[in-house]
């Protein structure tokens, strides 16, 4: 069974401009959440989204979005970009979203690499 | 708020038990996670603990959980030096879906 799978794998675009990363999920799975990974604030959760909805929203300003299509692919998208959001994009595939109790394993895929000048 | 902390870093001998320690704020955590992070790579899942378990043992690994005192304990024995990496804790709030709030991670160098 393939894994995550994450394009493109680096990425270096100008601050103001905007950058659009994919994620597609394990086969199956139906949830996708999205990490920011930067070596000051560590591991920080973007949002979840599952049956195309967004379920749930880390603490970042509006410039970031995404959106989840039919086929549980999901996409985030950065606009304005600027210097901090340099960062490792990571994204996790889950079977379904986790509950009180129930608990779906979650996988995560190589990350999308973005540098900002 | 939740917040999760470990050491930054440990050193030991090939052959040699590693232990690494995590201590998480979020009492309502059913589910606690250990992932291991390679130069260049995502995330890896390790195991996970339920909240009700003590202990949890998968081949090499051994997760303690100590709830009272929301700590929680990797160990890896038999340290060899592909194990050198970067261990995150996490925790997943119950009322928060999938999220998942890591640690700062801890370096693990296994020396030969």
């Given at each position: 069974k393939a894994g995550v799978t994450q394009t493109p794998r680096y990425l270096i675009k100008t601050r103001g401009q905007q950058v659009t990363l994919s994620c597609s999920p394990i086969s199956g799975h139906r949830s996708v959440s999205w990490y920011q990974q930067t070596p000051g604030q560590g591991l920080q959760f973007l949002f979840e989204y599952f049956s195309e909805t967004q379920r749930n929203k880390g603490n970042?300003?509006?410039?970031f979005s995404g959106r989840q299509f039919s086929n549980s692919r999901s996409e985030m998208n950065v606009s304005t970009?600027?210097?901090?959001?340099?960062a490792l994009y990571l994204c996790a595939s889950s079977l379904a979203r986790g509950l009180a109790g129930v608990n779906y394993e979650q996988y995560f895929g190589p990350g999308t690499r973005l540098t900002v000048t | 708020g939740e917040d999760v902390e470990q050491s930054l870093f440990l050193s030991v001998r090939e052959g040699d038990s590693s232990v690494i320690n995590c201590t998480y704020t979020d009492?309502?955590?059913?589910y606690l996670y250990w992932y291991k992070q390679e130069p260049g790579a995502g995330l890896q899942l390790l195991t996970y603990i339920f909240s009700n378990m003590d202990m949890k043992q998968d081949q090499r690994l051994t997760v303690l959980l100590n709830k009272k005192d929301k700590h929680l304990s990797l160990r890896i024995a038999?340290?060899?030096?592909?194990?050198?990496a970067i261990y995150f804790c996490a925790e997943r709030p119950?009322?928060?879906?999938?999220m998942l709030t890591f640690g700062g991670g801890t370096r693990l160098m296994v020396k030969p």
């Open positions: 970042f300003p509006g410039r970009l600027e210097l901090g959001d340099s | 009492s309502s955590s059913t038999d340290t060899q030096t592909g194990d050198s119950d009322n928060a879906g999938n």
